[in-house]
């Protein structure tokens, strides 16, 4: 019943910037912590990003930190990945993913701490 869907991947070249969208389904978005993760060819998938319920707090991985910007709108029960500054290392099929939060505790960064997940969306960033 609950579904994530990612949207905006596509081929761009370095430097350019793109906007990656996960509509939610199923679920009461602004009850879950959301976050993306990207996985390369031939790598595990890893953590990029995480929102808190309301939009208040946001982590970032060290590879993306000043260039991309995690948001959500739970009005529109969709949450946002505005990359810029891409770069070939960029390249990844990017998935969105949520899970139920509770009030306190630290934020979740690892795959296995996600319940639901998209399908991914490819995004290739050329050289």
């Known amino acids: 019943q609950v579904q994530l869907v990612e949207s905006g991947g596509e081929l761009v070249q370095a430097g350019d910037s793109l906007r990656l969208s996960c509509a939610a389904s199923?679920?009461?978005?602004?009850?879950?912590?959301m976050a993306w993760f990207r996985q390369a060819p031939g790598k595990e998938r890893e953590f990029v990003a995480v929102?808190?319920?309301?939009?208040?707090?946001?982590n970032y991985a060290d590879s993306v930190k000043g260039r991309f910007t995690i948001s959500r709108d739970n009005a529109k029960k969709t949450m946002y990945l505005q990359m810029n500054t891409l770069k070939p290392e960029d390249t990844a099929v990017y998935y969105c993913?949520?899970?139920?939060?509770?009030?306190?505790?630290?934020?979740?960064?690892?795959?296995?701490?996600?319940?639901?997940w998209g399908q991914g969306t490819q995004v290739t960033v050329s050289s």
């Open positions: 993913a949520a899970t139920f939060s509770p009030t306190l505790g630290p934020l979740p960064r690892e795959t296995r701490e996600f319940d639901y």
């Open positions: 929102i808190t319920r309301r939009g208040g707090i946001t």
């Open positions: 199923g679920l009461t978005i602004s009850n879950d912590v």
